[in-house]
């Protein structure tokens, strides 16, 4: 007798697992900041650093992120929550724009929108950021920077409040603190450290200074 087949139902398939998920901007920015601080506290050498924030801004999944900061107190989460924003009036929405250096160069000038975060990252390579004719949407604009052999050069226009607190290990941060006379005048904060590089903040100097300069250097030969 044959036996009676059972109709076969659907097999549900099963939801894929959170680290399959595909990684925001957001989620990148979160473990780049936990090995920012792991460095900062003595956690990570400098290759170490740079070689594991290369793969943050490859990552595609949360499963790629995971392993980054598994060996890291990424539980109790990186502190720039709280000090990135300490000279700021609440942090910033939305995803933040990357730019990454890594033995090339990355430039944001001109005429552009800037949001509220950026993180820029230079590993034997140059970043210039350039704010003197971009368009604030937001009162408060947060700018993350880390030099690994390499610079990230920031300029602001002398209308602005220009605030920042980092370090540097055998390399520079400089930030030249602006405060602005107008009260709804936009701020910008640069965070962040450089080890055997520089980070440099500054307002751009007038193009009748810059233009008078070069034509001296021209006429002198300096």
């Not at 900041?33 to 490859?58: K, Q």
């Not at 700021?88 to 430039?107: H, R």
Request: net charge neutral; charged share 25%.
């Amino acid at each position: 007798m044959d036996l009676q087949k059972q109709p076969q139902q659907p097999v549900a398939s099963a939801d894929p697992a959170p680290g399959g998920m595909r990684a925001s901007d957001a989620d990148r920015d979160r473990i780049a900041d936990i090995l920012r601080e792991a460095m900062a506290e003595g956690r990570l050498t400098a290759e170490e650093h740079a070689e594991r924030v290369d793969l943050v801004y490859r990552a595609k999944t949360l499963d790629e992120l995971q392993p980054l900061v598994r060996d890291l107190p990424a539980a109790s989460g990186p502190r720039a929550g709280a000090e990135s924003y300490a000279y700021g009036s609440g942090a910033p929405d939305g995803p933040p724009d990357n730019l990454v250096a890594i033995f090339s160069s990355a430039t944001r000038k001109g005429r552009w929108r800037v949001g509220g975060r950026t993180n820029a990252f230079a590993l034997f390579g140059s970043v210039e950021i350039d704010l003197t004719e971009a368009l604030f949407g937001q009162r408060l604009t947060v700018i993350n920077a880390t030099s690994v052999f390499g610079s990230v050069e920031i300029r602001v226009p002398e209308n602005i409040s220009l605030r920042g607190s980092g370090s540097g290990v055998f390399g520079t941060f400089e930030v030249t603190t602006l405060e602005s006379g107008d009260p709804e005048a936009p701020v910008v904060v640069v965070n962040g450290f450089s080890v055997l590089g520089s980070v440099e903040a500054r307002p751009k100097r007038g193009k009748f200074v810059a233009d008078l300069q070069k034509r001296l250097r021209k006429h002198f030969g300096v």
